[in-house]
């Protein structure tokens, strides 16, 4: 069991073919836009304008019918996530799974301060969905290094997508939440953060401006700058029931989305790379990642 | 015979009354401590309160070290048992008989030994108020203790590990907005000393009203005091190393570090010397470094994960993506070792700490008390 589970591994993380090209290296952008917070459809290449280090890009657009996605379910199994939280959280995993579609591949990550590959990428989603009933919560929370397993686990063909919950913030990671931007960057992968609403204190009134307003606590706020990183969004639910819906409002903005390519001209391949995406004659707002980085070889 | 039935027979008759608490506390002392915990286990906060109470008004004359470590032994149990709210009551009458030792150099070791060995397990099982407490009091009385001032240091420094709290009364341990997780793990090293199972890590909390720079200063200054004292004590030099690390001194930090794998010999020091020197190297952009030093954590101890996957990410970062991935994989597959992987622990604190002093707690508890 021990060797096929390692063969499973190594085949896993084996360092896959760029996703299209052959000899070129080319860059994904995988885009959202939205107008008044409704999807806009219909937008060809031409909407876009790309600016790489400020050189502008010529992209196409590819249709993301025609690309199978690889969804990295990256889940928080801390202690924390017990009981019906558990359950409701298992439920939102199956409900989308079950909407995935042929030809997509589904991947399960848990964490708490250990990190467990349950599944590697497959297209058995039967595996995975089996997978997520054997989950039983225990241990701390090591949410960076879960990201940067979630982003190498989805790295390969196809569109790369990580759905990552976690209820509470980074307690026992090796990785700094820098660390875990800087792998993002550097990856193909877009992170879609889901997250729970924390409980308000009862007596607590909201007054904007007042100190007693909201304010986006530490956890929440990495879960968004990681998945703004990658182009993503942190999703709310308000509570651990909404979590069904959450995830298939993921899925769904997923079919919305515009898959754009180049490869970049005019400047040096190594380094940083500065991202600007913007729309031509369109109104809306668009989310896409903001950078990502080449290693020298 | 087991514990269950200790337990069953000591409840059969248990004398609830302040003349059966003192029963119990003179079987401890005549060496049946298994059996006194295990009925004093069975009962309630309010039973053992009022018992207490009792013998308290009849001037009790009752030997303050095995009460002491009856008391003691009782919480441990009631820890393993996720008795939590029983634990703390025994914790606190365990204090509350050490207090009543006459302040004679005779009682000095015993009553430096509880303090810190109980400061350090109130840290590693996250009870920062009582651990604060303990090993503040452990510092008034003994303000020169080496390994006093390398536990307090390991609160301060955990103090500082989580973000940035609210601010509390000075003077305290405060947690902040609880949350429980549980760490789970039955199998540490603090286990095989027969006392520990650690169980709650809250979200935050603050250290005498430090914030987290505050108090990584405090951690260092009482690390440095440490080494003082004992210029050997080698958890001192690794906290200090991986306390400048994180303050921003990386030529000092990398000073205290390499001392530790000059001249530790445990491999689960040389572990985590290695891995905060790569994270030190890391940080000064030198990767091909970094990965040299985790590749020497994880031979170290093979069976510890962070080593492996602290490779990995370095070499992602290098470019080197197919043997990033392999030690992915390494890491991926080492993920239930036995002990846990010192880094895990780290953050409870110098849980090496607890097991002698408390051996020698027992046995003391015996020694006769004018």
Not at chain 2, 114 to 141: I, K, N, T
């Amino acid at each position: 069991m021990a060797a096929l589970m390692a063969a499973l591994l190594a085949a896993a993380l084996a360092p896959q073919a760029p996703a299209f090209e052959a000899s070129v290296e080319a860059v994904y952008l995988d885009v959202f836009v939205s107008d008044r917070g409704k999807p806009v459809k219909g937008l060809d290449e031409a909407a876009f304008e790309i600016l790489d280090n400020g050189v502008r890009q010529a992209a196409t657009l590819v249709s993301v019918e025609d690309v199978p996605t690889c969804a990295v379910l990256v889940f928080d199994t801390s202690g924390s996530v017990s009981g019906r939280k558990l359950d409701h959280l298992r439920a939102a995993a199956h409900a989308f799974l079950r909407g995935l579609r042929p030809g997509d591949q589904a991947a399960l990550v848990t964490f708490s301060q250990r990190l467990r590959l349950r599944v590697p990428a497959t297209r058995e989603i039967g595996s995975v969905q089996h997978a997520l009933d054997a989950i039983e919560p225990e241990g701390s929370t090591a949410l960076f290094d879960a990201v940067y397993t979630g982003t190498q686990v989805a790295a390969g063909p196809g569109r790369a997508m990580v759905v990552l919950f976690s209820d509470g913030g980074n307690r026992l990671s090796w990785l700094s939440e820098a660390d875990a931007l800087g792998v993002i960057e550097a990856s193909d992968v877009l992170v879609h953060a889901v997250g729970l609403t924390p409980p308000k204190p009862p007596a607590a009134p909201l007054v904007r401006g007042s100190r007693l307003e909201d304010k986006e606590s530490p956890a929440l706020r990495s879960l968004r700058l990681l998945a703004e990183a990658s182009g993503g969004r942190l999703w709310l639910a308000e509570a651990s029931a909404d979590l069904e819906a959450t995830f298939l409002g993921i899925l769904e903005e997923s079919r919305t989305r515009y898959l754009l390519r180049y490869v970049p001209t005019g400047l040096p391949r190594e380094g940083r790379h500065k991202l600007e995406v913007r729309l031509k004659g369109h109104k809306g707002v668009l989310r896409a990642r903001r950078g990502y980085y080449v290693a020298p070889e | 015979m087991t514990g269950a039935l200790w337990f069953a027979l000591s409840l059969a008759g248990s004398d609830v009354s302040a003349e059966g608490y003192r029963a119990l506390v003179e079987r401890y002392r005549g060496g049946d401590a298994p059996g006194a915990v295990a009925e004093l286990a069975g009962w309630t906060p309010a039973q053992v309160q009022g018992a207490v109470e009792g013998l308290g008004r009849k001037a009790p004359n009752l030997p303050a070290r095995a009460a002491a470590m009856l008391h003691t032994d009782t919480a441990l149990l009631a820890r393993r048992r996720g008795e939590i709210a029983k634990e703390g009551l025994h914790l606190d009458l365990a204090r509350r008989s050490l207090e009543t030792l006459p302040d004679r150099a005779d009682h000095q070791t015993f009553r430096r030994d509880w303090l810190l060995a109980m400061g350090v397990y109130c840290l590693y099982v996250f009870d920062p108020d009582r651990s604060f407490a303990y090993l503040r009091e452990g510092l008034r009385r003994f303000p020169k203790d080496p390994e006093l001032l390398l536990a307090s240091g390991a609160l301060h420094e955990a103090a500082a590990t989580l973000p940035a709290p609210a601010r509390s009364a000075p003077g305290s341990a405060t947690r902040h907005a609880p949350t429980t997780t549980a760490l789970g793990d039955t199998a540490s090293p603090i286990e095989r000393s027969d006392a520990l199972y650690s169980w709650m890590f809250a979200a935050e909390f603050s250290v005498n009203d430090l914030g987290p720079r505050e108090a990584l200063v405090t951690a260092e200054r009482q690390y440095r005091d440490a080494l003082v004292a004992e210029p050997g004590l080698e958890g001192a030099h690794l906290r200090l190393g991986r306390v400048l690390a994180r303050l921003g001194h990386a030529d000092a930090a990398q000073a205290e570090l390499s001392w530790v794998v000059k001249n530790s010999r445990r491999p689960e020091r040389l572990y985590l010397a290695h891995l905060f020197l790569g994270r030190v190297q890391e940080e000064q952009g030198r990767f091909a470094d970094a990965a040299g030093s985790y590749r020497a954590a994880a031979a170290a101890v093979p069976s510890w994960p962070t080593a492996s996957f602290a490779l990995s990410e370095v070499l992602h970062r290098l470019g080197q993506r197919v043997e990033s991935r392999q030690a992915l994989q390494a890491a991926l597959a080492a993920q239930d070792p036995r002990p846990p992987d010192g880094w895990w622990l780290y953050p409870y604190g110098p849980h090496e700490l607890f097991g002698p002093p408390v051996e020698r707690l027992r046995q003391e508890a015996s020694a006769w008390q004018p």
